[in-house]
């Protein structure tokens, strides 16, 4: 694709070889003369003078001088241009002859099923699906349009995946929830017999988990994703546009607004509520029932508000020398006691 034909697409203007022919994408460090790359900030400008890049797609304010297309969120115009130069592979509909599709299940239009996979009885995988090798998918499950199921991914019954859905491998979604109740000296399974939902453009990386309800239904909103190795307990109920990376656990019973941001490694206890653009930072423990409120950024176990968290920080790290200084204070006063009638 030329230079020329990129910047027409992406609804941006280009200077340079509008003629050059670009035919894969590659990092700053790693491009050739055929490779798109991008510069996300003004602080890469010396990786950038050293790329042989083809071609860059770059901040409004880069210096001119080379073959370059200008866009105001240079990071989101590369993910667009990844997308056209390296698409995904074509898509071959049919189901392999070692699938095990139920007679009563419906199968929509173009649908490719892998090997080895199988679909349930009263299951819907509509048009322009994919399903990997391996996948199990359970009774009464809906896949909506053009949804992408990797490798050995699990959906359990009564699941329903909205459009233009990706999960990556070994996601189960519908296991159920961690309930138990404590009878006399043992423990007794809590029934879980609800359901999950998840919406239309939805992510879910490889061996995440998400339970279902166990009465009503887990929930993630429409635009939301979730990293590798992520675990949604039962009940919960994720909003649309939530960003969470990887090997965070929610509780049962967590409510996540819009567009929360929550970092890696996080546990959030049962029944806490993260309000709509909170953000909370990676490693940081969220206590059972708290609420952090809209638009806050909480760090640290219990987490507390970033300038709470960095204050408590910077006095941790000078009690060595408090320590000192109390030593030296200890010393005098015993001095001062020693001379004292």
């Known amino acids: 694709m030329r230079v020329r034909e990129l910047a027409e697409w ?11 022919e670009l035919t894969g994408v590659q990092s700053l460090e790693s491009a050739g003369g055929e490779d798109l790359s991008f510069v996300s900030s003004m602080k890469a400008l010396g990786q950038a003078e050293t790329s042989a890049a083809g071609c860059l797609i770059v901040p409004v304010e880069f210096p001119a001088g080379r073959t370059v297309i200008r866009a105001g969120a240079p990071r989101t115009a590369f993910a ?72 050995h991914v699990t959906l359990y019954d009564n699941v329903d995946v909205g459009s233009y859905v990706i999960l ?3 996601c189960v979604i519908g296991a159920d929830g961690f309930g138990f109740v404590l009878d006399g000296e043992r423990y007794q399974k809590f029934p879980q ?20 309800a166990a009465l009503g239904t887990t929930r993630i909103g429409e635009g939301t994703k979730l990293d590798n190795m992520v675990h949604v307990g039962h009940n919960c109920r994720i909003g649309r546009h939530v960003v969470v990376a990887a090997q965070t656990g929610f509780s049962g019973g967590v409510m996540v607004d ?16 993260i309000e709509s653009h909170a953000v909370l930072g990676s490693g940081c423990g969220i206590l059972t029932s708290k609420i952090v409120r809209g638009g806050q950024v ?8 970033l300038k709470q968290h960095l204050e ?10 408090m ?19």
């Open 80 to 151: 667009r241009a990844v997308g056209r130069l390296v698409p995904p592979p074509p898509q071959r509909p049919g189901i392999d002859a070692t699938a095990a599709v139920s007679p009563q299940a419906e199968i929509g239009e173009n649908v490719e099923i892998g090997p080895h996979a199988s679909v349930g009885e009263g299951s819907r995988i509509e048009s322009n699906c994919r399903i990997g090798p391996g996948c199990a998918i359970g009774r009464r499950v809906v896949v909506g349009h053009d949804s992408v199921l990797h490798a």
């Open 298 to 305: 909480v760090w640290g176990t219990p987490a507390r508000p």
């Open 168 to 170: 990556h491998a070994g």
């Open 193 to 212: 017999v609800g359901r999950v939902e998840i919406g239309d453009h939805v992510e879910i990386g490889a061996n995440s988990c998400v339970d279902r």
């Open 258 to 273: 819009d567009y929360a941001v929550i970092g890696g490694q996080v546990g959030i206890g049962d029944k806490a509520r």
């Open 312 to 321: 408590q920080l910077a006095n941790l790290a000078r009690l060595p020398e």
């Open 323 to 341: 320590r000192q200084e109390l030593a030296e204070l200890k010393r005098r006063l015993a001095a001062l006691e020693k001379v004292s009638p």
């Open 10 to 20: 992406l609804g941006a203007t280009f200077e340079g070889d509008g003629e050059r």
